[in-house]
């Protein structure tokens, strides 16, 4: 009698189905995140029982006494600016391409989305593979072309190793920017693009004036995951370089895992992903605020 | 300004052909109106004059001019689309100027033409709106003032009023017709809905299946229908078919099914012991106590103005628009007349109208 009470009220039967997550998601996500806070203000190694309390000395620390944070923030950023523009970019024009009524286009949606999913650890050794400057593809390829004086040591040479990782990860995303943009034309209202050509726009003009403002919602979602996807990257690097060679490949969400799990620094660790974390947020939030702001002026 | 001309005009998906040889013939400031039921070509017809559709076989001149291989900013048309196609991130006015803005007229040029066309339909309160802030009717108004703007040869109308109420249906359909009246372009205006066909239009092409039934102004097709799904589609209540066979002996009266006897005002000649189908409209059918024919009331509907009844005769159900309150109720039979000058005669088989005149035959 008193279960089926509670399940006949809606709400209690909400409560009922959340309340486990809610348990579980509290201990598994929210307790750590405040942890890492709290521990980038302390010294622990991981296993002693004692956390001492520094205050801002891993900050302090990471700023100003330790130069492969900075490279790796910058490493960051540059990754950060290409995933927002390249992978986008890249699955619009496919979305764009596989939008048009062509024979066979369902297979090859399907082939351009495989690599998503894909385990990144796979797709990194993969490349690891292909990049392999004696036995790897494409050196093999550019050699058989007799271009072989334009092979490199692709994750071994400090100057390309990390644009070469980028090739990878732009393979593997691509698909996903590709599936949102493709659901986004599909909502492009057909009558619109008629209207605009009797209005005598060019197939520029329709894309400039009807498909691209129509995606904006779309563009949105895509930017914003784009953007998170890309701060926190660290299954490829740690899988293709481990942030090597000297350093040049290293990226905050990979050190701040080396710190703590390879140098068992923890507060450092912590430091560096606080930092990793405020970045994140101060980008995604104002971005979304705008976006959301400028679709409600034209809804 | 233009007459537009449709010759043998075809469309084809595929192996499938949707329009099989239409010709129309729409002179210069003639209000056409294309109507069917769905599917019937009509929307497939005014894209292909449009350029939205590429015509199969045929041909369609604007202007004296074949515009098959243009594209639709080459056609000098305009169109108004049933969704009304407003691009939304634009201001009224920047929808209302946009085919001016991408020909590169100058801004003073725009915003003269945007502000004179806002004025004749009164949007000039809008100008600065988006249109999700518009009602449906505001909406359809810029519809049309951005096809107006550009001072086409011909707009042409993609059921510009489904999407709105009937109140305010009755009142775009007015403002459409003084509109046309007062620029004096081609139009040409698809329609699912005979009410619009029949009030607005200066001819009707009836459309069914790809093929034209028939084409006129609206009082030759509801006086004169080729057949009987012309008859059937215009004039609402639809008109009522009644199944029988004419009198034997040539006398002006229809054998139901069941043996009933229908007095006729007229009957067409040489036809005795035809099988045909009587058509007569709703408004036709009389309460007459002495020659009518009794019918079983099965629904009444009184509108205020009349009523409308329901009844079933010899198995065939029938509508009679008859005066207001009847002094009568479901279940009881009432004697109808069928009477009328203006009853249609169908041949039962090929449906086509079977003419005759009234007043030369039979007269009573």
């Known amino acids: 009698m008193f279960k089926l009470n509670l399940f006949q009220s809606a709400r209690s039967q909400a409560l009922i189905l959340l309340i486990p997550a809610f348990g579980v998601y509290t201990l598994f996500a929210i307790w750590p995140l405040i942890d890492v806070v709290i521990l980038s203000f302390q010294e622990w190694n991981g296993i002693s029982a004692d956390r001492k309390w520094v205050g801002w000395e891993n900050y302090n620390y990471i700023f100003n006494n330790d130069p492969v944070f900075w490279v790796s923030l910058k490493n960051t950023v540059i990754w950060t600016i290409l995933s927002i523009v390249f992978p986008p970019l890249v699955g619009l024009l496919l979305a764009i391409g596989l939008n048009q009524k062509l024979f066979g286009r369902a297979s090859l949606r399907a082939i351009y989305y495989l690599p998503v999913i894909i385990a990144p650890i796979a797709v990194a050794t993969m490349w690891r593979w292909m990049y392999d400057p004696f036995f790897g593809l494409f050196t093999q390829i550019l050699t058989d072309m007799g271009l072989g004086f334009l092979a490199r040591d692709w994750l071994g040479d400090r100057n390309i190793a990390l644009y070469s990782m980028f090739v990878a990860y732009v393979w593997q995303h691509v698909g996903f920017s590709m599936v949102l943009f493709l659901a986004g034309l599909q909502g492009v209202q057909s009558t619109l693009i008629d209207a605009a050509r009797i209005d005598g726009a060019s197939r520029f003009e329709i894309f400039r004036y009807v498909t691209l403002p129509a995606l904006s919602p779309t563009i949105t979602i895509v930017l914003v995951l784009s953007t998170i996807s890309s701060l926190r990257a660290f299954d490829i690097v740690y899988g293709m370089t481990g942030g090597g060679p000297a350093q040049s490949t290293q990226m905050l969400a990979m050190w701040a895992f080396t710190q703590s799990m390879q140098i068992f620094d923890f507060g450092r660790g912590s430091a560096v992903s606080v930092v990793l974390l405020v970045i994140t947020l101060a980008i995604v939030i104002p971005y979304m605020r705008w976006s959301q702001a400028r679709e409600e002026a034209v809804k | ?364």
């Not at chain 2, 004179?116 to 003032?145: D, F, N, W």
């Not at chain 2, 299946?209 to 799904?229: C, K, R, W």
């Not at chain 2, 079983?296 to 159900?317: C, F, N, R």
Request: with cysteine.
């Open chain 2, 1 to 364: 300004m233009a007459n537009v001309e449709i010759s043998a005009v075809r469309k084809s998906y595929g192996a499938l052909e949707v329009v099989h040889g239409v010709d129309i013939d729409i002179k210069d400031g003639e209000f056409v109106i294309l109507v069917g039921p769905s599917g019937c070509g009509k929307s497939t017809l005014l894209r292909m004059i449009a350029g939205l559709e590429e015509i199969s076989d045929g041909a369609v001149s604007i202007g004296g001019r074949v515009v098959n291989n243009l594209t639709p900013k080459e056609r000098n048309i305009a169109m108004v689309f049933q969704n009304y196609a407003l691009y939304p991130q634009m201001t009224v006015a920047q929808n209302m100027g946009f085919s001016l803005e991408i020909s590169g007229k100058s801004k003073a040029e725009i915003s003269s033409k945007v502000n004179s066309t806002a004025e004749i339909l009164g949007l000039t309160p809008l100008l600065e709106r988006k249109p999700s802030q518009l009602s449906g009717g505001q909406r359809q108004r810029v519809a049309m003032g951005r096809a107006i703007v550009r001072d086409p040869a011909v707009f042409l109308f993609d059921e510009p009023l489904s999407n709105l109420d009937a109140n305010l249906r009755v009142q775009m359909r007015a403002e459409i017709k003084a509109l046309h009246q007062r620029l004096g372009t081609t139009i040409v205006y698809v329609t699912h809905d005979q009410i619009e066909a029949m009030t607005m239009a200066d001819r009707i092409v009836v459309l069914r299946g790809g093929v034209v039934e028939q084409m006129g102004t609206p009082m030759d097709l509801y006086d004169s229908p080729a057949n009987m799904f012309v008859a059937g589609f215009l004039g609402s209540p639809s008109m009522n078919f009644l199944k029988g066979r004419l009198a034997a002996d040539g006398s002006p009266g229809l054998t139901l099914e069941d043996g009933s006897e229908v007095k006729l005002q007229h009957s067409p000649q040489g036809t005795s012991n035809q099988a045909i189908v009587l058509g007569i409209r709703p408004q036709d059918i009389a309460v007459d106590p002495v020659n009518g024919t009794p019918a079983v009331i099965k629904v009444m509907e009184p509108t205020g103005a009349d009523t409308h009844v329901l009844v079933e005769l010899a198995g065939q159900d029938l509508v009679a628009v008859l005066p207001p309150r009847l002094k009568t109720t479901v279940g009881e039979t009432i004697p109808l007349s069928f009477a009328s000058p203006n009853v249609h005669f169908f041949d039962a088989a090929s449906e086509a109208n079977i003419p005759c005149d009234p007043k030369s035959e039979h007269d009573q």
